[in-house]
Protein backbone atom coordinates (compact mmCIF):
# COMPACT_ATOMS: atom_id res chain seq x y z
CA UNK A 1 0.00 0.00 0.00
CA UNK A 2 1.26 3.73 -0.71
CA UNK A 3 2.24 5.76 1.69
CA UNK A 4 -0.47 8.18 0.69
CA UNK A 5 -3.48 5.34 0.93
CA UNK A 6 -2.12 4.49 3.97
CA UNK A 7 -2.33 8.20 5.70
CA UNK A 8 -5.75 8.16 3.94
CA UNK A 9 -6.79 5.19 5.92
CA UNK A 10 -5.42 5.96 8.93
CA UNK A 11 -7.49 9.61 8.71
CA UNK A 12 -10.51 7.08 7.55
CA UNK A 13 -9.70 5.16 10.79
CA UNK A 14 -9.97 7.97 13.42
CA UNK A 15 -13.09 9.83 12.08
CA UNK A 16 -14.47 6.05 12.35
CA UNK A 17 -13.40 6.02 16.04
CA UNK A 18 -14.38 9.85 16.82
CA UNK A 19 -18.13 9.03 15.17
CA UNK A 20 -18.57 5.93 17.53
CA UNK A 21 -18.14 8.13 20.49
CA UNK A 22 -21.13 9.84 20.82
CA UNK A 23 -22.57 12.25 22.89
CA UNK A 24 -26.11 11.59 25.30
CA UNK A 25 -29.15 13.00 23.39
CA UNK A 26 -32.66 13.76 25.51
CA UNK A 27 -36.02 13.20 23.80
CA UNK A 28 -37.85 15.85 24.80
CA UNK A 29 -40.77 15.60 22.45
CA UNK A 30 -44.50 13.76 23.56
CA UNK A 31 -44.81 10.21 24.14
CA UNK A 32 -45.22 7.59 21.29
CA UNK A 33 -46.42 4.18 22.37
CA UNK A 34 -43.97 1.90 22.06
CA UNK A 35 -41.15 4.17 21.02
CA UNK A 36 -40.82 7.29 23.40
CA UNK A 37 -40.95 8.49 26.65
CA UNK A 38 -40.12 12.10 27.29
CA UNK A 39 -37.02 12.93 29.01
CA UNK A 40 -35.18 9.67 27.95
CA UNK A 41 -32.00 10.03 27.53
CA UNK A 42 -30.22 8.46 25.08
CA UNK A 43 -26.32 7.44 25.80
CA UNK A 44 -25.13 4.54 22.94
CA UNK A 45 -27.58 5.70 19.89
CA UNK A 46 -30.97 5.58 20.18
CA UNK A 47 -32.74 2.48 19.76
CA UNK A 48 -34.36 0.73 16.62
CA UNK A 49 -38.22 1.95 17.08
CA UNK A 50 -36.71 5.53 17.19
CA UNK A 51 -34.90 4.93 14.07
CA UNK A 52 -38.26 3.18 12.65
CA UNK A 53 -40.21 6.52 13.99
CA UNK A 54 -37.55 8.92 12.50
CA UNK A 55 -37.85 7.77 9.10
CA UNK A 56 -41.49 8.23 9.32
CA UNK A 57 -41.38 11.46 11.07
CA UNK A 58 -38.10 13.34 10.31
CA UNK A 59 -39.38 16.54 12.88
CA UNK A 60 -38.39 13.91 15.92
CA UNK A 61 -34.82 14.46 15.23
CA UNK A 62 -35.20 18.30 16.41
CA UNK A 63 -36.71 16.77 19.96
CA UNK A 64 -33.28 14.60 20.38
CA UNK A 65 -31.25 17.11 21.53
CA UNK A 66 -27.62 17.03 23.34
CA UNK A 67 -28.11 17.29 27.32
CA UNK A 68 -25.92 20.35 27.64
CA UNK A 69 -28.26 21.52 25.23
CA UNK A 70 -31.59 20.79 27.37
CA UNK A 71 -32.39 24.30 28.79
CA UNK A 72 -32.65 26.27 25.25
CA UNK A 73 -34.91 23.51 23.52
CA UNK A 74 -37.14 23.40 26.07
CA UNK A 75 -37.38 27.35 26.37
CA UNK A 76 -38.12 27.04 22.68
CA UNK A 77 -40.77 24.93 23.05
CA UNK A 78 -42.37 26.93 25.15
CA UNK A 79 -42.75 29.58 22.10
CA UNK A 80 -45.63 28.56 19.95
CA UNK A 81 -43.32 30.23 16.97
CA UNK A 82 -40.26 27.98 17.44
CA UNK A 83 -39.67 25.40 14.72
CA UNK A 84 -39.28 23.52 17.74
CA UNK A 85 -42.75 23.76 18.88
CA UNK A 86 -43.98 23.03 15.37
CA UNK A 87 -41.91 19.77 15.48
CA UNK A 88 -43.70 18.76 19.07
CA UNK A 89 -46.66 19.60 17.17
CA UNK A 90 -46.04 17.16 14.07
CA UNK A 91 -44.85 14.44 16.60
CA UNK A 92 -47.58 14.70 18.82
CA UNK A 93 -50.14 14.38 15.98
CA UNK A 94 -47.83 11.11 14.69
CA UNK A 95 -47.92 9.79 18.40
CA UNK A 96 -52.47 10.49 18.94
CA UNK A 97 -52.36 8.65 15.49
CA UNK A 98 -50.09 5.74 16.44
CA UNK A 99 -51.96 5.26 20.13
CA UNK A 100 -55.62 4.85 18.14
CA UNK A 101 -54.30 2.80 15.59
CA UNK A 102 -53.67 -0.10 18.91
Known amino acids: MSEKKNVEKRAEDVKQA???????VIYLGPAIAGVAIPGTVY???IT????ETIKKVPAIKTLLVQVENTAKVRKALRDPQSAAS????????YAAQKGAEK
Open 48 to 51: PQME
Open 86 to 93: ACYKKVEE
Open 18 to 24: AGEKRSA
Open 43 to 45: QNG
